[in-house]
T-cell receptor, first 113, second 113 residues
Framework: EPEVTQTPSHQVTQMGQEVILRCVPISNHLYFYWYRQILGQKVEFLVS????????KSEIFDDQFSVERPDGSNFTLKIRSTKLEDSAMYFC???????????FGSGTRLTVV | DAKTTQPPSMDCAEGRAANLPCNHS???????VYWYRQIHSQGPQYIIH?????ETNEMASLIITEDRKSSTLILPHATLRDTAVYYC??????????????WGLGTSLAVNP
């Protein structure tokens, strides 16, 4: 069964450093998403991406965040200057068409120290 | 905020049916009901979705009331591996710029031997 692949599974970074979280969505999917989940809290929407542009973003997704689909297969989330409160599980997801259920990756646990 | 209400926790005996309720009294005519689950901080897993008709797939059945104000996810023969947090989410079918999933706290289902 096709999977969404995320790397790394766990990343530790110092406050103020830049991090790039990587995702390989399912190959024929058209819609891509990033969500995050702070430990013990709800899953939160960050951004959706379609046709090589952001289609929607949340208040969390401020100027410190950016997404890119650099080569037609990878989908990355960059945090320019990490803060302690960015520590969370970050989930990438994709879907083939609008309205279909997403397939989520297994997540990247980001720890900012 | 999430437009759904779910009990915070439920128990089920292994091999029995698990019936997970969800209230969505403010659901709109173009909104689908989606169910996902999350096993211990893994990536959420899509289960099923429906608009107004009952739906069944290899994982579960979804029963939606005639007025669409509530639904029930049925796991027909629960196993220990079904222990997870189950989320009921409403979302427009043709989302336009509103593709995000808004997550509540879900129902923590414990399947007991």
């Amino acid at each position: 069964e096709p999977e969404v692949t995320q790397t790394p599974s766990h990343q530790v970074t110092q406050m103020g450093q830049e991090v790039i979280l990587r995702c390989v969505p399912i190959s024929n999917h058209l819609y891509f998403y990033w969500y995050r989940q702070i430990l013990g809290q709800k899953v939160e929407f960050l951004v959706s991406f379609y046709n090589n542009e952001i289609s929607e973003k949340s208040e969390i997704f401020d100027d410190q965040f950016s997404v890119e689909r650099p080569d037609g297969s990878n989908f990355t989330l960059k945090i320019r200057s990490t803060k302690l409160e960015d520590s969370a599980m970050y989930f990438c997801a994709s879907s083939p068409e609008d309205g279909y259920g997403y397939t989520f990756g297994s997540g990247t646990r980001l720890t900012v120290v | 905020d999430a437009k759904t209400t779910q009990p915070p926790s439920m128990d089920c005996a292994e091999g029995r049916a698990a019936n997970l309720p969800c209230n969505h009294s403010t659901i709109s005519g173009n909104e689908y009901v989606y169910w996902y689950r999350q096993i211990h901080s893994q990536g959420p897993q899509y289960i099923i979705h429906g608009l107004k008709n009952n739906e069944t797939n290899e994982m579960a059945s979804l029963i939606i009331t005639e007025d669409r104000k509530s639904s029930t996810l049925i796991l027909p023969h629960a196993t220990l591996r079904d222990t997870a947090v189950y989320y009921c989410i409403v979302r427009p079918s043709s989302a336009g710029n509103n593709r995000k999933l808004i997550w509540g706290l879900g129902t923590s289902l414990a399947v007991n031997p």
